[in-house]
């Protein structure tokens, strides 16, 4: 299997780097659209309309392409042998498991939004809306220079 998966190595990479920016660009997005939400009283047709946008974000963008990043990144690290070449990709999984988790909680933040909870102010999501951006700037960092 290694040997197979090497020989299509630079197509998991495309992949890969392809599939994590509609994610990242999916993480973006999200938090600004809750924003969006709460312009609209709980119940209100305003917010159906944006909790059926959200929903759609998550189930056509985000998830698919969470999933396909990691499939495609563990098939490289197994065909390059990368979990035996340096600390780069602990830190690495360590840094996307963060992004992982917030991927997680941030899409349940949403769905109670869209059975008409409120649980985070505008400022709170405008703040946590930049979370996505440091963790690429780490991640991108440490694929390129492999410190370790
Ligand atoms: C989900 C788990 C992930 C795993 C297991 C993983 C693993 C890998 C591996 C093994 C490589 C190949 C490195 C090489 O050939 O030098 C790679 C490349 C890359 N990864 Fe990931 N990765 C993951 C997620 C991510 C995320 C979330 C990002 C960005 C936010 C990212 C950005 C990149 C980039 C930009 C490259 C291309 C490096 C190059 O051009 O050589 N990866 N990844």
Do not use: N
């Not at 630079?10 to 509609?22: A, D, E, N, T």
């Not at 709460?38 to 917010?47: N, T």
């Not at 998550?58 to 065909?79: C, D, E, K, Y």
């Not at 985070?120 to 700037?137: C, H, N, S």
């Amino acid at each position: 299997m290694q040997s197979t998966l090497l020989l299509i190595y630079p197509f998991l990479k495309i992949g890969h780097v392809i599939f994590m920016v509609f994610w990242l660009a999916g993480l973006f997005m999200l938090p600004r659209q809750c924003i969006y939400m709460l312009d609209h009283a709980p119940g209100s047709e305003g917010e159906a309309k944006w909790a059926s946008r959200t929903g759609k974000l998550r189930t056509i963008i985000l998830t698919p392409s969470m999933i396909i990043v990691w499939v495609l990144g563990l098939s490289m690290a197994i065909a390059g042998d990368h979990f035996s070449g340096g600390g780069w990709l602990h830190a690495k999984l360590t840094l996307v498991l963060v992004m992982t988790g917030f991927h997680g909680w941030l899409v349940g933040q949403t769905k109670k939004m869209a059975r008409g909870e409120r649980p985070l102010t505008e400022a709170r999501l405008r703040m946590i809306g930049e979370l996505p951006g440091l963790l690429l700037v780490l991640i991108v960092a440490l694929v390129y220079l492999k410190p370790f």
